[in-house]
């Protein structure tokens, strides 16, 4: 037979506020390790990968096979921002590399790091590439590291839409080409909702800003401000400032990549800051966790200020897809 309780509870101790603190401490080093070493999340904030990666759509990256497996031609991989400055002090840089991060406020950018950036790799170390005009169109010749002839390449994930100049000063970035259908109507396209006042919008920034056509489509050479002393690998004439992009000619280090968008017609890319060293690169993206038509970091933000409409910005069809 069991005995009564004594009537003293073993209480569990509470915690002194620097073993509070100390707890916190691990489970932020946790989830850093994870984040750096084996997963990331990562959100699409530019039009450069349509129609394969869309504006606010969320991805799940490996980042542990990059330190065992370079990345392949054909893979889409994040990476450090190339543009960035970064430091020449180790432990500034270490900090930059992977802890530093970037937000959007008061209509610009604070970087107190450098931002994610999402690219398909076109050419890998020891490859030469070159891009040329073939009948009004861009093509890439690549000749890989170790043979003697030049390839064309074929590139099944290039965008196939047209991109349309879109204006909306409530996003981070206002100014941007975004796909369409311009044989749907607007409160039916693929991809975003549009409002005619982005579009009617769009077609005065694109004139204002860059003297620009306001629909862009597929296969037509991206013109773009230069400068030839600082693009060596550029090929294109220059006239007024402006040269085609897409022409250009690079012999690949044993460490850099040329990395390039799926939308060539949006894309800030090789073509424009040239080869990247392979420490930048951290990540390739493997699957997408979910889609949303929205510009907002925060999808909870969202939900709050439009809780009927958020619904119908989910874009169901792409959700839970592994990518290529």
């Excluded at 009948?135 to 099944?156: H, N, Q, R």
């Excluded at 196939?160 to 311009?182: G, L």
Aim: net charge positive; aromatic share 14%; with cysteine.
């Amino acid at each position: 037979m069991f005995g009564q309780a004594s009537g003293l509870h073993n209480k569990p101790k509470k915690e002194s506020f620097g073993q509070q603190v100390w707890s916190i401490f691990k489970i932020v080093l946790i989830a850093f390790v994870i984040r750096t070493v084996f997963y990331g999340l990562y959100q699409v904030p530019t039009p450069s990968m349509e129609n394969t990666m869309l504006v606010g759509e969320r991805f799940l990256a490996d980042k542990l096979s990059v330190y065992f497996k370079s990345p392949a031609r054909g893979e889409i991989v994040t990476l450090n921002q190339p543009t960035f400055k970064y430091s020449d002090n180790k432990l500034k840089n270490i900090w930059e590399r992977y802890v530093g991060i970037s937000f959007f406020s008061n209509g610009k950018w604070i970087d107190w790091g450098p931002t994610n950036w999402t690219k398909r790799v076109i050419g890998a170390p020891g490859d030469e590439l070159k891009g040329v005009i073939e009948d009004g169109k861009p093509v890439i010749y690549l000749k890989k590291a170790g043979e003697t002839d030049f390839v064309k390449l074929d590139e099944p994930y290039l965008n196939k839409y047209p991109v349309v100049a879109t204006y909306n000063s409530k996003r981070n970035d206002p100014f941007t080409y975004r796909s369409w259908d311009p044989n749907k109507p607007l409160d039916q396209q693929p991809f975003y909702q549009f409002t005619r006042a982005e579009i009617e919008m769009g077609k005065i920034k694109a004139r204002d800003y860059y003297g620009d056509r306001a629909v862009k489509n597929p296969g037509t050479p991206y013109l773009a401000m230069m400068h030839r002393s600082e693009q060596p690998w550029s090929t294109g004439e220059v006239y007024n400032g402006i040269a085609i992009l897409d022409e250009f000619h690079v012999k690949l280090d044993k460490d850099q990549y040329w990395l390039m968008g799926d939308n060539r017609l949006a894309s800030h890319d090789s073509r424009a800051w040239g080869p990247v060293n392979k420490n930048l690169i951290h990540g390739k993206i493997k699957f997408r966790i979910w889609s949303l038509d929205s510009d907002s970091s925060w999808w909870i933000f969202d939900l709050i200020k439009h809780p009927i409409k958020f619904w119908s910005k989910i874009r169901w069809s792409r959700c839970l897809q592994s990518v290529k």
